[in-house]
């Protein structure tokens, strides 16, 4: 394995965010401020020209560089790097008003007026053409400037567009997918269901408000194309940089747990994975190591992404954001453990939006590095700058990733599929969060799983947890048999199953496709609870019994051992827990939900059994591991305000240089980085 | 009395369901397997076609039905009967694309686009012709087949459509109404009111959501012209049949208290009432017994509808539907005690959606005869084949009626009129369940009232309970006097006669038109009550107080008698139930909101005085009537999960073949049929 | 100080209400009943012709006026007077059939249907040219009529309208407002971030709810535009009747705090102001006491706009309105002190809507003196005749007004801006209710604050409550530094002079614009907590913390005087109440909010700082005072049911005309009005 810093002349760990200083070019006295506050932060690097087209080219045509080259220069000069994006989050308005089609159309047919962000038609001819003219003149001028270290895409890329144009595109994405046999798409759609055979690719339109909503695979073809058309658009905006900079990475900024995008697709076209991290700190939904297991799932999915190198975070707030429905402060020391989360879960770099709060504009009161006062002696400047000295003391650890032997199956075609299911309860359906609360159970047993996709490489794994796996791909069954009986370990849920990659049930036995082989059991019926329904399961061996609800299946169990059994209601005495060997590896079956901490000793058993290492992690504590070609780093961070003793951990603390022998006592809101060699 | 069964070649008791093998045309090995089961679960009768026109018309203008009179030839083989539907409830994608004027135009006048059901403009005359090109091919080739018992005009009729073509028929429609006279429609809408006097018929448009919405004369119109305009078309389907198949009864499926077509038009064009019943059992709303007492009102209005023949049960769910928030399985016994609720109230069928689940379409996952696991085994299966085999037992029950004496005046024009006027609370107005609630008491004194319409035939009843009649229409208040006058009971509630057939306030004391006078008092003030408002009255000769909420009225008393009085607020000790003598009746009236099982105390006196029998009914059963030309047909469904003793039994059982002598232990969600001559 | 009566024909208090004759110009029966009744309630005045264009131009062009004169006529003789209408608050249809676009265009550009109210486009020149006529035509027909004594200009102006008309009119009032030089605009509106720069003033575009949204200073100049673009219209109507009606003053009648219109700009063209007031009495959601108080301020905001002069309760409710969601009655003697709250607070008239209900229309259901019973003996009629007698007793205090030292600032400009600011929490921004509060806590001192605008004259008062001023216009922190350095005392809040008129934050500090120094204080965060989130703060002196929720900033104190602390969390310890005197005057900053109540030692040391009287008023005791020009009126209602002793009390009581020597003993729900002289 290759483990090398993403960006080594930073020394290791980059440290920085957007900064706007386009907003600020008739105020020169403000841009020298910045570098100096920047300096006190060990701020290195710093991601400019986000939406900075109608500085570039104010009137069509018309281009504007200079400016940039100077900043960029200045910046260099003091030793900060440039990651530099292209400028097409955002269109300038004479686009909009001479080039109407660049203006999405909402689900309904109507297009959108000009404003805000992020809603061009991706498949616009005319924003394209334009997108092509100014990337071509940014990556020109500046390819070659030593101080650029990244190419970041667009931002935050995301939405639908149901124009003409991008209908057109679905309906050949369609012929191209089916063959060009309309007869393959009404029978895989199972169109004749309420009279809805399509007679040619032509009749089939996006599924409109209100239009045809009742196809469910027109529903997910439509997501997959989404994803489709704006991968396709996003290779566009790289091939224009690539054919001109062929040595500067590129990225773009994900979103945390996105819904409408396969991030998985894109991923696969970038050099670089980077997200945008905005965890509600002490909200009044969750605890606070809730927020921060939430947060983590979500470093989890983008490091696993490209497991063999560190991820970025892109953007993170400093102090505040101001789009929530409540706009709380993060709390003295949550910035750094925020921040050193990511690099614990494997980034390279922490990223804040923004550097400079702008007078005005819709993020005029998001946090920020300098706040309007303009002084270093803020509360949040400080808490900025502690964890540029922490990156400074470890920044040896860029380049180590994480080695995991365990990981949970996320996949987002089966998201949509579940979300858009006409089964279960609307309200309770939660495939993200028993995800994520699956993930979580095994983190507090000192096991971080990755995160990972249907098609992603299995072959690293020991043990794969698949929550609710309601669609199988083509080959998904297959893939699961050959990891069991080569001796994987998988552990199904309720809801697995169900239908094939175009939505069709299968016949004969839920889960489908061979698994019911796999399992040794066929799920009849799954009923779905009222919140306040609950039933209870005896897990064989423990006498306390687990609280069930949302969801249970009748089970029929056929070659599997029954591990629980469900203690009410109807399908009292009946199996709600089996365990079936399948050639040198066992297959798990939930067929009910509850709080997977509960399953702790279902999974203590799983781990022993595929020698994976368990450690006891006390509460309050987080813990992660990085491993470099033949060191390994342990992360210890305590969320909580008082100091607890850590036992079993050995070696150079990088923090505060302490070698530690055997325990440790880990202060409120401290964060240490153990250092041993393997 | 003519007491026939509905469909005497089927041995009385038609079992049977929704059926696509439409779908399945690929799979013969499927189609055989499922009659083989069909078999199994005593099925003798299938609905054909409901959603077939793709299939029949794939290409416009090219037509195919061999495979259905395969598919009917088939099961006729096998005594399986065929209901068949005209294919209008859904339009191929191809007439959508042709002829866009099929499609609606919504509240906001932008016409809708290809896709779902149920969505046609009734006015488009292309739509017309298609159909009738359809359902004449349809009814020339299956009129005369011998397995053909019934007609089943489109699908679950509903909605509105505002596009031009219907504007114009609206605007014919009133001018019609109101003799070419816009002053006449002035007058009676109070147009003066906000200057919204109109100076043409022409001038007027539908109350678009955008647009007027404030006469309430034009917005009750509007309900009353889409009810029109759909009973019209559903008569032009009728009538192409008619015209072919003259013997063949037809019915169209009503949905449960369907809010937006007046089902009293339509159903004086059908032969034969059917509705599709799907009650949400175990839900957090209502207790199990509200459920059925909620289900069994709507049978107690199809069933009035026609009160001298059986309707029909068309669609039920077998173990779930798939639609609902939560959809949680029917617990076993509730199929049977449903299905048995729907025979005991006067239905001679019990029908599903589904036979067979679809392995795609929006409904693959709702309730079916045959999963997707495809045996004879599963729970639900042997719930349904219980069933057919109870119906083979009481097959004798076949054509009995129910025979009450009493009826809840149930007022679509008033229901319209009370959701939509502007007073009271708007949360609370509740008309639909203040009139379940009061037949509910009912039935708990072993009474089964009707539910009835204002210009129903009242001649057959002794009492008539009116609750919240805030419209009268033209005659009614002199239909109230003469039922009254010549010895009728009838009670009436707060909110009873303010407004007239056009919605315009009686002058000089409410209720209007007469009624002061049948009911000796004037109402002069209707509070409305928060939620958590209350007060209380105190009927006389009783000792507790009874709880009232949401609406109180203020009355002037006249010639009536003062049976209860309020006990608080600005209104206590001013009367609040009274009775009037008026001829050789009696006319009470209830000035506030309470629970109606409160009220036994009055239903009492009220039932004693019209020599009406008062049965004894213990909690949790439930118990209806059945009359053949001599024999009485007692149903007793115990729907706890104990045994409870019945007494005052006596006869034989049909479904144990027991003769009871006294009474009867009724076990836990137990279904018996008692049998005795008259 | 020209203290007269507003109207001192009628005897001084006018005593009336809107009446819709027009409505039954075919029933003269009601029309002569309608003058004995309301002869009988005291009413001395109505108001004609609101809706009534319908009538008095059923044709385009065909204009019938005779019907409203011979209204006006018999009214006068029986000493009835009449305020008089322009028509313009809905449209005929023919006009919207000829003219649509005098139909509005919603926020996503659609255009409305014809129906509703008030809902025409205010640019349209076809609607303009036809209200000219047709107010031309009026005020040529009735002008020298003695018996019309007031104007009043359409009704109850609001809404927006997104029309081609008026986005061109947006456009030239923003080149007018920034001098035509497009970079002024898109400094002041930061339009650089997300690269929103505009080339030209015709790019620019309302915000379209599907368009431009993220623009805050857009959304807010839209704001100012649509009250510009109102108040233009109406001074259209206003010059209309002036020119021709020379000596007759003119109003408008505003609503309850409206959002949409900065009534203070409106307020300058018109003679006299009027509002019309609809509490919800006995709603669930706070006390009847907090009603009242919600009313009062509004009557001390309305009253505050001129200062010098009566304003007008132009509309109320007799009995009950039938358009809140629940629609309670107001019970026995509420009317009354609702009336009399009015006149206690600087009004010279009692209006109702209305004085006969119609039979139809949208508020059929509405109370009003008459009812469609139509008699003089129901509860509601009583009550408005005893109002009637009562202003009959004490017409001699019309003319006197307020006389206050105490005012808040509640500006328009800064709701919008706090609304719309992408900051805090969504939910509990409260600028409205914030204000009330303070108002309310100092009510409760005996001090009945004036309600004024950033701009009005502060000359009259000592002490300036400003809560939540986050936007200062221009000069306006000036005025604060004047105000204080000679001598007045300002409370101001979290929350203030953060951003300019542009919604540009100030740099360097908030308080920005120089007010730092003023409060001595700067604001370093503002914390946004949940709803369950609490803190507290501990005021120096006082034993008992006070509750803080919802906000609380971080302060960096400078030259402040620190009067309390926080208690809790982070900002434990750190200054939450200052003082920093400031030239002659005090400025005082609370960081946070708590209830306004529990500040009352630090209000009672600003009135003591300022020599005002502190008053003590019993609880469930309303006081205010009217001032004449040697006289003072003192008013005290009991909204309890419970007598209360008043001390301190001394003069002329004017409804009993009794004599007061020190105490009254003030039964429940009754009003007193005590003369003194001073």
């Known amino acids: 394995m290759d483990r090398t810093a993403l960006f080594p002349?930073?020394?290791?760990i980059l440290h920085g965010g957007d900064y706007n200083p386009d907003q600020w070019l008739d105020r020169p006295d403000i841009l020298k401020k910045d570098i100096e506050l920047m300096k006190k932060a060990k701020i290195n690097c710093v991601t400019l020209g986000v939406f900075s087209w109608s500085v570039y080219e104010p009137v069509e045509g018309e281009f504007h560089f200079e400016w940039l080259e100077n900043i960029i220069d200045n910046l260099y000069d003091n030793d900060i790097y440039t990651i530099l994006a292209t400028p097409s989050g955002a269109r300038p308005a004479w686009l909009d008003e001479k080039y109407p089609d660049s203006l999405r159309v909402d689900a309904y047919g109507h297009r959108f007026h000009h404003g805000v962000r992020h809603n061009h038609c991706m498949s616009s001819e005319n924003f394209r053409n334009k997108v092509k003219i100014i990337n071509t003149k940014l990556a020109e001028k500046f390819a070659n400037h030593p101080a650029i270290i990244l190419w970041h895409i667009s931002n935050e890329f995301g939405g639908y567009c149901y124009c003409d144009t991008c209908k057109k595109k679905f309906q050949n994405y369609l012929a191209k997918k089916f063959n060009h046999d309309i007869n393959k798409l009404n029978k895989a759609w199972w169109t004749n269901f309420w009279s809805h055979t399509y007679g040619?690719?032509?009749?089939?339109?996006?599924?409109?408000?209100?239009?045809?909503?009742?196809?469910?695979?027109?529903?997910?073809?439509?997501?997959?194309?989404t994803t489709f058309n704006m991968t396709e658009y996003m290779k566009f905006e790289i091939n224009i940089l690539r054919t001109i900079s062929k040595n500067i990475p590129i990225t773009t900024n994900f979103m945390k747990l996105y819904e409408d995008l396969d991030y998985y697709q894109m991923a696969k076209e970038l050099d670089i994975i980077s997200w945008d991290s905005y965890p509600q700190f002490h909200n009044d939904k969750e605890s606070l190591e809730d927020t921060f297991f939430d947060n983590g799932f979500n470093h989890a999915l983008?490091?696993?992404?490209?497991?063999?190198?560190?991820?970025?975070?892109?953007e993170s707030a400093p102090g505040v954001v101001n789009w929530n429905a409540v706009n709380k402060y993060r709390r003295p020391g949550i910035h750094k453990l925020a921040s050193m989360q990511a690099i614990a879960m494997g980034a390279d770099t922490v990223q804040y939006f923004q550097i400079r709060k702008g007078r005005g504009g819709f993020e005029q009161f998001h946090g920020a590095v300098i706040d309007h006062l303009g002084t270093d002696d803020t509360r949040?400047?400080?808490?900025?700058?502690?964890?540029?000295?922490?990156?400074?003391?470890?920044s040896e650890v860029a380049g180590s990733v994480a080695d995991n032997k365990v990981a949970v199956l996320f996949d987002w075609d089966n998201r949509w599929a579940v979300d858009d299911v006409k089964a279960l309860a609307q309200e309770t359906k939660n495939y993200d969060n028993t995800c994520i609360k699956m993930w979580q159970a095994f983190v507090k047993l000192g096991v971080d799983p990755d995160v990972i996709s249907s098609d992603a490489d299995w072959s690293r794994y020991k043990i794969i947890i698949a929550p609710m796996l309601y669609l199988l791909h083509d080959g998904e069954a297959e893939k699961i048999k050959k990891f069991v009986s080569e001796?994987?370990?998988i552990l199904a849920t309720y809801f697995t199953g169900y239908v094939d990659h175009n939505l069709l049930c299968y016949l004969n036995g839920f889960p489908g496709d061979g698994l019911k082989e796999v399992f040794g059991i066929i799920s009849e019926e799954i009923d779905s609870f009222y919140p306040t329904d609950r039933n209870h399961i005896l897990l064989k061996g423990y006498d306390n019994s687990i609280e069930?609800?949302?969801?249970?299946?009748?089970?029929?169990?056929?070659?599997?051992?029954?591990?629980?059994?469900?203690?009410?209601?109807?399908?009292?005495?009946?199996?709600?827990?089996?365990?079936?060997?399948?050639?040198?590896?066992?297959?798990?079956?939930?067929?009910?939900r509850v709080n997977p901490e509960e399953l702790k000793p279902l999974f203590v058993r799983m781990l022993q059994d595929a020698n994976i290492e368990i450690k006891h992690i006390p509460d309050g504590v987080e813990y992660h591991t990085r491993y470099g070609d033949r060191t390994?780093?342990?992360?210890?961070?305590?969320i909580t305000d008082n100091a607890i003793m850590i036992d079993n951990v050995k070696g150079m603390e990088l923090v505060t240089r302490t070698k530690i022998e055997n325990e440790f006592l880990l202060n409120g809101k401290q964060v240490i980085v153990v250092k041993s060699e393997m």
Do not use: H
Not at 380 to 394: A, R, T, W, Y
């Open 200 to 225: 040619s690719f032509d009749q089939i339109e996006p599924p409109y408000a209100n239009g045809e909503t009742s196809i469910l695979g027109l529903n997910l073809e439509w997501k997959r194309f």
């Open 632 to 638: 390994k780093y342990e992360f210890y961070s305590n």
């Open 9 to 12: 002349n930073l020394n290791g």
């Open 487 to 489: 001796g994987g370990q």
């Open 548 to 592: 069930v609800y949302d969801y249970a299946e009748l089970l029929r169990v056929d070659t599997a051992d029954i591990l629980g059994i469900y203690e009410e209601d109807y399908i009292k005495g009946t199996p709600a827990v089996t365990k079936n060997q399948y050639g040198k590896g066992n297959a798990y079956y939930l067929a009910c």
């Open 302 to 314: 983008f490091r696993s992404m490209k497991p063999n190198k560190p991820f970025m975070l892109m």
């Open 380 to 394: 949040i400047f400080k808490e900025v700058s502690e964890v540029g000295d922490i990156l400074n003391k470890i």
